[in-house]
C-alpha cells in the first residue's frame, strides 16, 4: 500500500488491493464522525451518516484515482448528508408542528360540533313540547329564517300574533331548560 505525505491517505483499492477501503475507513471514520457532530446536534445521526457514506465509497472506490478525490468525497458527501438530514428534520418539524396545529384545530372543530349537536337535540326536544302553532312560528323564525311578516304571511296570521306566539314559545323553552337544569 502506498500512502500519500500530503493528505495521509492510502489510494484506492483498485492501485492497491483489499486493505485500502479498511485503510481509508480507519484514518478517516473518527474525523468525519467529529466534523458531522460539529453540523449536526445529533451524535447518533453524525455517525449513521458517516458509516452511509463509507457504504457509499465502497460501492464506489474503482472511480477515485487519486488519496485527494477519496477525501474530497468523503468529506462533501459528509457535509451534504448533513444538510440534507438537517432539511429532512427541519421539514419533519414543521410537519409535526402542523399535524398538531391541525390535530388540535380538528379536536376543537369535533367537541365544537358535538356540544352544538347536543344543544340542538335538547332544543329541538323542548320545541316537541310547545302548542303546534307555537312550535311552527318558533321554527319557521329561528330555524327557517323568516321574518315575522313572511311567517305572518305564510300563516295567514298578524305580525303582532306571530310576535307574541315567537315570545311565548321562548318563555316556555326557557321554563323547560330550566327544569332540565336542575
Known sequence: MHKSKSCNV??????????TFA???KRFYNPLVFFARKLLPDVLAAEDIVT???LKYWQKQKD???PLAVRTFLYISTRNACLNYLLQARHRARAKETLCLLTDDFEDFVLNRITRTEVLHEIYSMLEVLPLQCRKIVLMSYVG?????QIARRLQLSVHTVKNQKIRGIQLMRVKARQRAA
Open 23 to 25: 485503510t481509508n475507513f
Open 64 to 66: 477515485f484515482n487519486s
Open 145 to 149: 329564517g323568516l321574518s315575522n311578516r
Open 52 to 54: 452511509e457514506i463509507f
Open 10 to 19: 492510502v489510494h484506492p483499492a483498485h492501485e492497491d488491493g483489499p486493505g
